[in-house]
């Protein structure tokens, strides 16, 4: 039995090879990208920056000792970072087998002018909304060659703000920022009446006592 596993820690994607069986178990790693076969590493494990493209695709890692070989295979799906209105794609690598696309864990379907390749090993987004922000993945059915899931990659869309709200509660006066985009949107208010402006919060809501209540 052998087995891939994945750890994420920020944009690094560490894969390990495990495999039943021993002594002496051996390690080949190879890459399936643009339809050419790369040799990787003998490693047990390896490491990839999961924002670069050129690690997207199909890896295999081949095991063997003195008794014999196994094969595992695992697939890469890069982070793509966005403004809303960019386009984008997500590359599942090339075989000659069934894709299904997958956000947030339900199936995409094409959708004209926006989605498309839903069930084709490169999944195009036209005209990014900030609602396409989250997680992608590709499921690959190669047959009698099995099947394989890919790592989920997170597509990340810029900020901007939609509205600044504003609630008034006897001398208060609490404003809300309201942000489309993600994911872990951050927010900073400033004080631009000073020079240079100043920072007053970090919080998506900002609270402020009416000058006005200190003179009744």
């Given at each position: 039995?052998?087995?891939?596993?994945?750890?994420?820690?920020?944009?690094?994607?560490?894969?390990?090879?495990?495999?039943?069986?021993?002594?002496?178990?051996?390690?080949?790693?190879?890459?399936?990208?643009?339809?050419?076969?790369?040799?990787?590493?003998?490693?047990?494990?390896?490491?990839?920056n999961?924002?670069?493209?050129?690690?997207?695709?199909?890896?295999?890692?081949?095991?063997?000792?003195?008794?014999?070989?196994?094969?595992?295979?695992?697939?890469?799906?890069?982070?793509?970072?966005?403004?809303?209105?960019d386009?984008?794609?997500?590359?599942?690598?090339?075989?000659?087998?069934?894709?299904?696309?997958?956000?947030?864990?339900?199936m995409?379907?094409?959708?004209?002018?926006?989605?498309?390749?839903?069930?084709s090993?490169?999944?195009?987004?036209?005209?990014?909304t900030?609602?396409?922000?989250?997680?992608?993945?590709?499921?690959?059915?190669?047959?009698?060659?099995?099947?394989?899931?890919?790592?989920?990659?997170?597509?990340?869309?810029?900020?901007?703000?939609?509205?600044?709200?504003?609630?008034i509660?006897?001398?208060?006066?609490?404003?809300?920022?309201?942000?489309?985009?993600?994911?872990?949107?951050?927010?900073?208010?400033?004080?631009?009446?000073?020079?240079?402006?100043?920072?007053?919060?970090?919080?998506?809501?900002?609270?402020?006592?009416?000058?006005?209540?200190?003179?009744?």
């Amino acid at each position: 039995n052998a087995v891939i596993s994945e750890e994420t820690v920020n944009n690094t994607v560490t894969l390990t090879c495990y495999a039943d069986g021993g002594p002496g178990n051996s390690y080949s790693w190879s890459h399936l990208s643009n339809g050419s076969l790369f040799y990787v590493s003998s490693s047990e494990h390896i490491v990839l920056n999961n924002t670069e493209s050129s690690n997207e695709g199909i890896y295999f890692c081949d095991i063997y000792n003195t008794a014999g070989l196994v094969n595992v295979s695992t697939v890469e799906v890069s982070d793509q970072f966005a403004n809303v209105g960019d386009n984008v794609t997500f590359n599942c690598g090339e075989f000659d087998a069934e894709y299904v696309w997958l956000y947030n864990n339900t199936m995409l379907v094409d959708e004209p002018g926006h989605i498309s390749g839903a069930n084709s090993s490169v999944l195009y987004i036209t005209n990014v909304t900030s609602t396409d922000w989250g997680t992608y993945g590709c499921y690959v059915n190669n047959g009698p060659g099995g099947s394989v899931n890919s790592d989920e990659a997170t597509l990340h869309v810029a900020p901007y703000i939609v509205t600044i709200s504003e609630a008034i509660v006897n001398d208060s006066v609490t404003y809300t920022c309201h942000g489309d985009g993600g994911p872990g949107n951050s927010y900073i208010w400033f004080n631009e009446t000073t020079q240079p402006a100043t920072v007053v919060s970090t919080t998506q809501q900002l609270f402020i006592i009416r000058m006005e209540s200190f003179t009744h």
